[in-house]
């Protein structure tokens, strides 16, 4: 009785067409049991921002995501700051909208850029990259693989200043530094300084060098021959647009009668959400609406695997090199030196070894924490 | 016709920067006319030495500006004062080293075409000199005929006069016409045709309705006060006896300087991109700028920093300048900035160096070529919360060996609100960096020096727009920086700084920064060198010790 009422309820029944019924699977509804399960669950965020000082990167972000993120900052001053070391703070908010909660984690820079010698000064945004990766990896291959808290970083928003020509050599730097470890999404900061004409040119500029040199930024995939025209039209645009040049602002003006975000000038009013004004828009839904869980995606199956292998890769040279006499797998004598059958043999046995010496290693750490 | 007379006089009266205050607000349509001249820009070589023709470009800007030049000038409050101060009656025994500069201020207030203003400011400007009460211009000009002593004084100045007067007319032309026999200018002489035949008394009404008129004597419509300090300082009859001529010693510094020209050298200094070479460009309204004369088809950040220096030769309404832009391209571009001010102080201390060997040279020129600097324009990118590390560590070391003002750079990218917090949090790390910019406080000469600087000193550092567009605003044409959302005007000081900026830099103070840089910071130069040699210092000046320590790079 009972399961008769449950195989009811799960499937949408016609009990008219029975011959339908009969053909009906109903695997159709898994996306729905997806998505309610996620929603259920809540997703988690963490997106990195990147630049000098005084690019407006804290705006942008209270602006991206309506809060007020940085509320009790401290700025120092140039006395200050003249001694100060790149940092990294991490800052949490909790957001919810129609019943779907985001954990959202913007992992700030501050001190990025500012020193007089900026030499290797993205090196602690590196380290911090590498130790949540590794941190991952250390949970994924734990015992206890329930409750893996995700922190590794989706998306880096790096913030390129408008004042220069295009690229400077230590926007240059940085981005090659990480362009293999996280998804990094170039802007152009205070686009509000810039005509038209200059926009174009200075976009142009950047996407130019960001070839030259070889920098990997983020790419929007491709859209699906089966979408529809208006999608891809939007797809289109959206690559054409970037580097996105982008102004922030969360104080409301009046402008053309309605209440909007933006900054009020003498001349006139910018508006924030204006698309013939910046490309604010377009960020917020590539990055919010259309595109996170695709950043997520790459970063969990391009990035951290390209850590993975390279971690385990010193991991196994290392240890190859100083046990190169013993194996804690004996290597079985060959009755067929058949060549195809003793390539799997060498590659399962490799396998063998690897997974003996991560289970070593988690003992060891095991011991060392105790 | 009368705009015709209007365009000669104009051309041919030697005048400073400052003119345009005084251009005829009430004749919009020659101004108009010559708008429309394209600036002549003919290309150039590096560093070949060029005529710009300013004088369009300036009447353009006058014509936008309303404001009679006597009146406080809203827009740069010290330029009005220092206006006000010639116009009302300055003492002429107060500092010396104004002299040059109220020569030149004063010759400049003097082109007027509109009549009444030119009569009063006669008036004016002979209360100035001769302590007699301003009510009666008219009276006072009849009056200067009719008695003797007067007479022979305006003889005696004559001479000086028309030579330099050359092409010009005056309206004095009647009181010159009295010794006509002394007056040897053919100018003058072409003016005395026109009115030798009316008899004298009748002149003077002529003048004053031909002043009125413009259409009588066209040729009198020229500056009327530019002949008053040497022409009609006589003032009523009672004051004239104890009259005796030396301030016109302004008019002979005046001709002198206009024919020896002046020399301005500029550095300018910030990261690439924020505006430098556009910022120059607008400040002369000519193309100065390394970029303009070296094309480069795509900007590159140089390896190291370079200093490059352009020359051109510049003129405006007679006066000439050979203005020197220094640029210093990679500034601060590169990863590691450490010690990139190093460059540079050494390019600043080889042009004292170089002036140090010409002076004590034994057979030296009588001019010696002046390639210091005299003003560094320092940019900062706007930010909006503060300095930046290097520009600290820049700006503290340069400031004591050149004249840095500070600009905040591309400031269209700040609200009010948050320019001026930034402008706040800017003078206070300054002052608590122990940063003295121009103008520096410790060389106000006077009071009124320090009141004129401490309303400067409230402003710096000015934030500026540059833009060599022009753009229609309003039905006018104007420099500006055209978005989506509205223009950018940047001659109007309700949108940037940039007239401030100017005014500070070319039609107020830059005699001041000149001057500076000569008696002060050459000074400490030169005594550190030749303490160094141990050379026998004439005088000691007693320069405090700390003074000297200070330069120890």
Request: net charge neutral; glycine share 4%.
């Amino acid at each position: 009785m009972t399961t008769n009422i449950r195989y009811k309820s799960r499937i949408p029944v016609k009990t008219e067409d029975s011959a339908e019924e009969k053909q009906y699977v109903g695997f159709a509804t898994l996306p729905n049991q997806v998505h309610r399960k996620s929603v259920k669950k809540g997703f988690d965020f963490t997106l990195m921002v990147a630049g000098e000082s005084g690019m407006g990167k804290s705006t942008l972000v209270n602006s991206l995501f309506l809060t007020d993120l940085y509320k009790d900052r401290k700025l120092l001053n140039a006395e200050e700051r003249i001694n100060q070391t790149v940092e990294i703070i991490k800052h949490t908010v909790d957001i919810e909208e129609k019943g779907v909660k985001l954990k959202l984690t913007i992992v700030d820079t501050p001190g990025f850029g500012d020193a007089v010698n900026n030499n290797e000064c993205w090196k602690p945004i590196t380290d911090y990259i590498d130790q949540q990766f590794e941190q991952y990896f250390r949970d994924e291959s734990g015992l206890n693989r329930k409750n893996i808290q995700d922190n590794r970083v989706h998306c880096c928003l790096y913030f390129i200043p408008p004042f220069g020509h295009g690229l400077r050599p230590v926007d240059v730097e940085f981005m090659k530094a990480l362009h293999e470890k996280v998804n990094i999404i170039p802007l152009i900061a205070k686009a509000d300084c810039l005509t038209p004409n200059e926009i174009k040119k200075l976009k142009d500029r950047i996407r130019e060098e960001i070839d030259k040199f070889g920098i990997k930024v983020y790419q929007f995939p491709e859209c699906d021959s089966d979408e529809d025209e208006e999608f891809k039209q939007l797809d289109k645009e959206l690559k054409e647009c970037t580097p996105f040049a982008v102004i922030g602002s969360n104080t409301v003006v009046e402008a053309r009668g309605q209440r909007v975000r933006g900054r009020l000038y003498p001349w006139g009013i910018v508006e924030v959400e204006n698309q013939s004004h910046c490309d604010f828009v377009k960020l917020r839904n590539m990055l919010i609406r259309s595109h996170m869980h695709d950043l997520k995606d790459v970063t969990c199956d391009v990035h951290y695997e390209n850590y993975r292998a390279q971690c385990i890769q010193e991991m196994t040279s290392k240890l190859a090199q100083d046990n190169r006499m013993e194996s804690p797998i004996p290597i079985l004598p060959l009755s067929t030196p058949d060549a195809e059958t003793e390539k799997l043999i060498k590659m399962k046995d490799e396998e063998l070894k690897r997974m003996q010496e991560m289970l070593n290693k988690m003992q060891q750490q095991m011991h060392d924490k105790d | 016709m009368l705009s015709c007379y209007v365009k000669r006089v104009k051309s041919a009266l030697k005048r400073s920067f400052e003119v345009e205050e005084t251009d005829s607000s009430t004749h919009p349509s020659p101004l108009s006319r010559r708008n429309t001249n394209p600036l002549r820009s003919s290309t150039s070589s590096t560093s070949s030495q060029r005529s710009y023709d300013l004088s369009s470009r300036n009447s353009d800007y006058s014509s936008s500006r309303s404001s009679p030049s006597e009146s406080s000038n809203p827009r740069s409050p010290k330029a009005g004062m220092s206006r006000i101060e010639l116009s009302g009656g300055r003492n002429p025994d107060t500092a010396s080293s104004r002299r040059t500069e109220m020569s030149i201020e004063v010759s400049s207030k003097q082109i007027d075409n509109s009549p009444s203003p030119g009569i009063a400011r006669f008036g004016l400007k002979r209360p100035e000199v001769s302590l007699s009460n301003r009510s009666t211009p008219l009276d006072k000009l009849s009056m200067t005929r009719i008695p003797e002593p007067p007479q022979r004084r305006a003889e005696s100045t004559s001479p000086i006069i028309s030579p330099v007067e050359g092409a010009s007319r005056r309206p004095e032309m009647p009181v010159f016409r009295q010794p006509e026999g002394l007056v040897p200018s053919s100018a003058v002489e072409n003016n005395n045709h026109h009115l030798p035949p009316a008899p004298r008394p009748e002149v003077i009404p002529s003048y004053s309705s031909s002043a009125m008129s413009e259409a009588v004597a066209p040729d009198a419509m020229v500056s009327p006060a530019v002949g008053v300090p040497y022409g009609e300082k006589a003032g009523g009859p009672v004051l004239d006896f104890s009259y005796v001529g030396i301030d016109a010693i302004l008019e002979q510094m005046r001709r002198k300087a206009m024919k020896q020209g002046f020399e301005l050298n500029i550095m300018v200094v910030g990261q690439s991109g924020l505006g430098k070479s556009t910022l120059m460009n607008t400040l002369f309204k000519s193309k100065v700028s390394r970029k303009s004369v070296l094309a480069t088809a795509q900007e590159k950040i140089p390896k190291t920093i370079e200093i490059k220096s352009i020359s051109h030769d510049i003129e405006e309404k007679g006066v000439r300048m050979k203005l020197t832009v220094i640029d210093t391209p990679g500034f601060g571009d590169q990863i590691n900035n450490e010690n990139c001010w190093q460059p540079i102080m050494k390019f600043i201390n080889d042009q004292y160096e170089a002036y140090l060997q010409e002076e004590i040279n034994i057979n030296r020129k009588k001019r010696i070529p002046d390639s210091r600097v005299h003003c560094c324009i320092y940019f900062i990118p706007p930010t909006g919360h503060c300095l930046r590390p290097l520009d600290v560590e820049f700006m503290r070391r340069l400031s004591k060996v050149v004249n840095i003002v500070p600009v905040i750079a591309k400031a269209d990218t700040l609200t009010l609100e948050e320019r001026d917090f930034f402008k706040k949090k800017i003078r206070e790390e300054l002052r608590a960096n122990g940063i003295d910019v121009y103008p520096q406080k410790e060389f106000d000469e006077d009071a009124e020096d320090r009141m004129i600087n401490e309303k400067i000193r409230e402003m710096i550092p000015f934030a500026v727009v540059g833009s060599d567009q022009e753009y229609q605003v309003n039905g006018r044409r104007l420099l500006g920086r055209k978005t989506k959302w509205g223009t950018i005007e940047v001659e109007n000081i309700a949108h940037c700084e940039f007239a401030y900026l100017r005014d500070l830099l070319i039609r107020t103070h830059m005699q001041n920064i000149k001057d500076i840089t000569s008696s002060i910071h050459y000074e400490m130069y030169r005594v550190r060198r030749l303490n160094e040699n141990n050379t026998v210092v004439a005088h000691a000046n007693g320069i405090p010790e700390h003074h000297l320590s200070a330069h120890e790079m």
